[in-house]
């Protein structure tokens, strides 16, 4: 059934054939389908191969048949006139992962199978006896299959009678049930789970600081980035009422002289018209804090925050590729990325005290958050050197006994007093040497019992450690996957931006006018900080919550 295609294996079967013909000759072999209909495709190698190896062994157009393409409308008239149905491929990597679809027009025929072993097809073929499972490239068998499998009538009975059970396993509306069940219950596979627990986790941390100081407030003012996202992680039912404040791309536009619009400005547009606020929040609004733009957004919102309010801010530090090659170049000292000497110097200045700030760069332990142990500290404390900490099960061990003897009574000093004061002293030391016996042996069973203890708790600390090992694995694969996956989208942009930016300047130069090269280059620079986060070179985020005083 199907193509010849170069992962199949049509040489076996040839073989089989020629081997059989030695004896009889009303056994024939037909391949539906050798010429791929799409004509742009060539014929492979393996399909040329098994038509000159039936020429050479004069089977061609006797008891081997080739057709170009069965159309598949069509395919149920050679597969209901058949007895068997093949599906002989070779032993590559490819088998295990494959499922012939061939095999599943021969259940639908309701054909006896006969298939190579490797896959979860021949499995199938096995577990449900409908056809016989081959050892690959054994000429010999297949040819002693095929002859019994033709020749035994109650056999193909059995074989038959199978199929029509399992038929309906393969409906339409069967085989598309599971996912017709994700798609109106979908849920994250494992690894995306895993990543979308730490990303809760990360997020749980900015929320119990705001939760903290601004638990209770009737009215918050939240500037933020991204609404939708910001909305659950900030507030979580920790104040009255939040206003929010989008700061959208618009803020980002550069002006017809070239230089950037004020922000500040436009920031203090949209909240001068509210009342003021018990606190303000602003996390990450923006991608970068310079003195003097931290200098008149603080005298900004100090306006707005009510005596004793709180001011809760993050923002994210660059401190890789992106300040090498982009803030880093040609910057001057007003532009100085701010510092926490500054931060606080500023906040003090404009009548706010620092009561909290911080640094994070990893996911907390999930086990301080949410009490779960399983997850436990994926991202937390090293356990290799820590193996003290995982507890021993106690119902791996085993009770200590005392099993053996202390055999003292053949001693010298006994076997020579023989009289009656002699004979009591033994009678009164073999009650007492009873313990002294199981004593000794109990010592030797009992070290055999820990040793076995400790192994057994050995090997639960590797387990232990394999299993979180291997969580972080494949969390580190799937977000280095994803990463890679958004970086190489935009490399097509970012190749067309660099095409553009050098055919101008090779213009300008040729018009021989002044290039304003850093300018240009600017646009390219701020791809660099999504690199940066691929890389973990920019994972750092600082916050502060201060008070009006």
């Known amino acids: 059934g199907g193509g010849i295609w170069n992962w199949l294996d049509p040489i076996t079967p040839i073989k089989a054939l020629w081997e059989i013909s030695r004896n009889r000759s009303d056994i024939k072999l037909l391949f539906i389908g050798i010429k791929h209909p799409d004509p742009k495709l060539p014929q492979m190698k393996k399909c040329l191969e098994a038509i000159k190896l039936s020429q050479e062994l004069d089977l061609y157009e006797k008891n081997i048949f080739f057709n170009e393409w069965t159309a598949y409308d069509t395919r149920q008239s050679l597969l209901l006139e058949s007895d068997i149905g093949l599906s002989i491929h070779q032993e590559r990597i490819e088998t295990e992962f494959s499922y012939r679809t061939r095999v599943m027009d021969y259940i639908w025929a309701g054909l006896p199978v006969i298939t190579t072993t490797g896959d979860s097809i021949a499995k199938m073929v096995k577990e449900e006896n409908i056809g016989e499972v081959v050892k690959y490239e054994d000429t010999h068998q297949l040819a002693r299959v095929i002859e019994s499998m033709l020749e035994n009538r109650s056999l193909q009975d059995i074989y038959k009678k199978n199929l029509k059970k399992i ?16 798609c109106t219950n979908a849920h994250y596979a494992v690894d995306k789970a895993k990543t979308s627990e730490l990303i809760d986790i990360q997020n749980s941390r900015i929320s119990r600081i705001i939760n903290k100081y601004f638990e209770g407030m009737a009215n918050v003012l939240v500037i933020t980035r991204n609404r ?12 009255g009422k ?25 920031l203090k547009l949209k909240i001068t018209q509210r009342t003021k606020f018990d606190g303000i929040i602003l996390n990450n609004a923006f991608s970068s804090m310079k003195p003097r733009f931290f200098y008149d957004l603080v005298n900004v919102l100090s306006m ?4 004793g309010g709180m001011f809760f801010f993050s923002v994210p530090e660059n401190r890789g590729l992106l300040e090498r090659l982009g803030e880093g170049k040609n910057i001057s000292k007003s532009d100085i990325r701010i510092d926490d000497f500054t931060v606080e110097f500023i906040l003090k200045n404009g009548d706010f005290e ?12 999930a086990q301080e958050l949410t009490g779960e142990t399983d997850f436990g500290e994926v991202y937390g404390k090293n356990e290799l050197f820590e193996l003290f900490e995982i507890n021993p099960d106690q119902q791996d061990f085993e009770k200590l006994k005392l099993l053996s003897r202390f055999d003292i009574l053949e001693s010298e000093e006994f076997a020579s007093d023989r009289s009656v004061r002699g004979r009591l002293r033994k009678y009164m030391y073999a009650i007492s040497s009873i313990y002294f016996e199981n004593l000794r042996k109990s010592y030797n069973e009992s070290i055999k019992s820990i040793n076995n203890n400790i192994q057994i708790q050995i090997n639960n600390e590797i387990n232990q450690l394999n299993r979180k090992n291997r969580e972080r694995m494949v969390l580190i694969y ?10 190489i989208k935009g490399l097509g942009y970012d190749i067309s931006s660099l095409k553009c930016l050098l055919e101008d300047i090779i213009a300008e130069k040729k018009m021989k006018q002044s290039v304003d090269i850093d300018q240009q280059i600017e646009v390219l620079l701020r791809d660099l900080e999504s690199i940066d986060r691929m890389m973990g070179l920019s994972i750092s985020f600082k916050y502060f919550v201060a008070r009006k005083k």
Not at 304 to 307: E, T, V
Not at 354 to 365: A, H, N, P
């Open 228 to 239: 939708s996202k910001d909305a659950e992680i900030l507030t979580n039912g920790a104040v």
């Open 167 to 182: 038929r309906s396993r393969f409906y339409w509306e069967n085989v598309s049930e599971p996912l017709v069940n994700y």
């Open 478 to 487: 799937y977000n280095i996957f994803k990463s890679l996956y958004n970086e």
């Open 242 to 266: 939040a206003f929010y404040v989008e700061l959208g791309k618009e803020l980002e536009k550069v002006s017809v002289s070239g230089e950037k619009e004020d922000t500040v400005g436009q």
């Open 354 to 365: 620092v009561l909290d700030k911080g640094i994070w760069d990893k996911v907390e332990s």
């Open 304 to 307: 707005k925050i009510k005596k």
